[in-house]
């Protein structure tokens, strides 16, 4: 079974910059796609960013511009920089992993990014 281990949360001020780190016990290759969802309090979970195994990304219209999402392979893992960071982006963010057979999905456990004015 696919395990993630997510680093790189913490506290930030607004404007200021985080990177966040999620390493996969298997092959980046061995997956459909590889990705961010973030979870505020009282809300549901968004998807944030994710890259396939082509290396295509893809952004929420929210982080567009201000977040990118990178990978390298040689070390089975995701990266998600985020810039010009704001309130509302304090959330729980969530590595995850899809499989190419009925794309199912594995979820990190999570690292809180929090945003203080």
């Known amino acids: 079974q696919v395990q993630l281990v997510e680093s790189g949360g913490g506290l930030v001020q607004a404007g200021g910059s985080l990177r966040l780190s999620c390493a996969a016990s298997g092959r980046l290759f061995d997956f459909n796609a590889m990705g961010w969802y973030r979870q505020a309090p009282g809300r549901q979970r968004e998807l944030v960013a994710f890259i396939t195994s082509g290396g295509s990304t893809s952004y929420a219209d929210s982080v567009e511009g201000r977040f990118t999402i990178s990978r390298d392979i040689a070390k089975n893992t995701v990266y998600l920089q985020m810039n010009g960071l704001k309130r509302e982006d304090t959330a729980v963010y969530y590595c995850?992993?899809?499989?190419?057979?009925?794309?199912?999905?594995?979820w990190g456990q999570g690292t809180q990014v929090t945003v203080s004015s």
């Open positions: 995850y992993t899809e499989s190419f057979v009925f794309l199912e999905r594995t």
